[in-house]
């Protein structure tokens, strides 16, 4: 059943006749009960269908000052679930994201997209569903609330304090293991719109992935890769997936390697405003990780010097060969969390917010001594 629906997401609706989008739009379930029967054949995790009703009750009747953000689905509110909204319901906060409707048939598969998924999927770095709405044309999703939003609002930030070198990598991290735990699943999932905005923080940093709407089964069998319209986001996506449609975990590899780039350098992926030879990060970056004298000049300047400069070159190589041009050139996700693993810090160093700096005015001899424990 599971993959009956998500080939149905692999053709554009612009590219259909009338009649054969009315005949899909009827496979598609609609209603609660038949989101409900089609969650129930691959579902592990328990997600509450909520009424609207509901919903109003939690956001306030969706006040404009509880407004997280939004996207192309929708806006997303923050929310209260309290104990007297329903029985057995524990106090939480939550996030509701909420589709617009300008676009209901997109809308509907990206949402029901998301209900399968994480329906099926549960891991600590993946964000936790807690239910959703399918009331008329509500197309409504309940996550955790994430109380530090997306790495996107902190890394990029011109208010908050510049994430620590400690916090980039715990955030790649994470990141990257919570896509090494799809690569890996019992039926293999191909993310495909991996980006900064995409990665959401809790109070501790630790990284989740979040919208699940472009997610696509992985091949199967004898099969290299998936075949599907080009969909996710330019700046991150693989130029193989670009030009052909073919799909695989390699082309989320790629996109992560983007990442990355972007916690390294605090730079986005695409910049109109730097001058036109920087405005593509890839392109401006690329050539630069391997060459060890110009890599600092490259890394993030709001770090002020304050990281490992051994860490650095591992990661910046590590970023490198994520985004050869040959997907299979590429390593595996799993390889990339082994890479990562040694640039973390002890978890007591990130939570007091101790950074690596560099101590000026002594002796170049004591200078290195202190500084070598870090640069392992």
Not at 37 to 42: F, G, H, N, P, Q
Not at 206 to 231: C, Q, Y
Not at 334 to 345: F, K, N, T, Y
Request: charged share 25%; proline share 6%.
């Amino acid at each position: 059943m599971l993959c009956c629906i998500f080939c149905l997401f692999s053709e554009s609706p612009k590219d259909q006749s009338p009649s054969e989008k009315q005949r899909e739009v009827s496979k598609l379930p609609s209603n609660p009960e038949e989101v409900e029967d089609l969650r129930r054949d691959s579902a592990t995790n328990p997600l509450i269908a909520f009424t609207f009703e509901e919903l109003k009750t939690i956001t306030g009747n969706f006040r404009q000052d509880r407004v997280l953000g939004g996207g192309g689905f929708g806006s997303v509110y923050k929310g209260f679930i309290t104990e007297d909204l329903r029985e057995g319901l524990q106090p939480i906060q939550v996030a509701v994201k909420v589709h617009d409707g300008d676009n209901s048939y997109q809308g509907h598969r990206e949402w029901l997209a998301e209900v399968i998924f994480l329906g099926q999927l549960s891991h600590p770095n993946l964000v936790k569903l807690i239910g959703y709405c399918c009331e008329d044309d509500h197309r409504v999703l309940i996550y955790e609330y994430m109380a530090r939003g997306s790495v996107e609002n902190n890394l990029f930030s011109k208010v908050l304090l510049p994430l620590p070198w400690s916090i980039r990598m715990k955030i790649a991290f994470g990141a990257a293991k919570g896509l090494a735990f799809l690569h890996e699943a019992k039926k293999p999932v191909i993310y495909r719109d991996f980006k900064t905005s995409n990665i959401l923080l809790d109070l501790d940093y630790n990284a989740k992935l979040s919208d699940f709407g472009l997610a696509k089964d992985g091949p199967e069998g004898d099969k290299s890769h998936v075949s599907t319209r080009i969909m996710g986001t330019y700046g991150y996506a693989a130029p193989e997936y670009i030009m052909t449609g073919h799909l695989t975990p390699r082309s989320d590899v790629y996109s992560f390697g983007v990442v990355l780039l972007e916690l390294l350098t605090g730079r986005k992926s695409l910049d109109k405003s730097r001058p036109a030879r920087e405005q593509n990060l890839t392109d401006w970056a690329l050539p630069l990780l391997k060459e060890k004298k110009k890599l600092l000049n490259i890394i993030d300047p709001r770090l002020s010097g304050d990281y490992p400069i051994k860490g650095v070159h591992k990661a910046a190589m590590l970023a490198y060969h994520c985004l050869n041009r040959n997907p299979k050139a590429r390593p595996l996700m799993r390889d990339i969390v082994d890479s990562l693993e040694p640039l973390q810090v002890p978890e007591d160093d990130v939570s007091t917010g101790k950074v690596i700096t560099v101590i000026s005015g002594l002796p170049k001899e004591e200078l290195k001594r202190k500084e070598d424990p870090h640069c392992n």
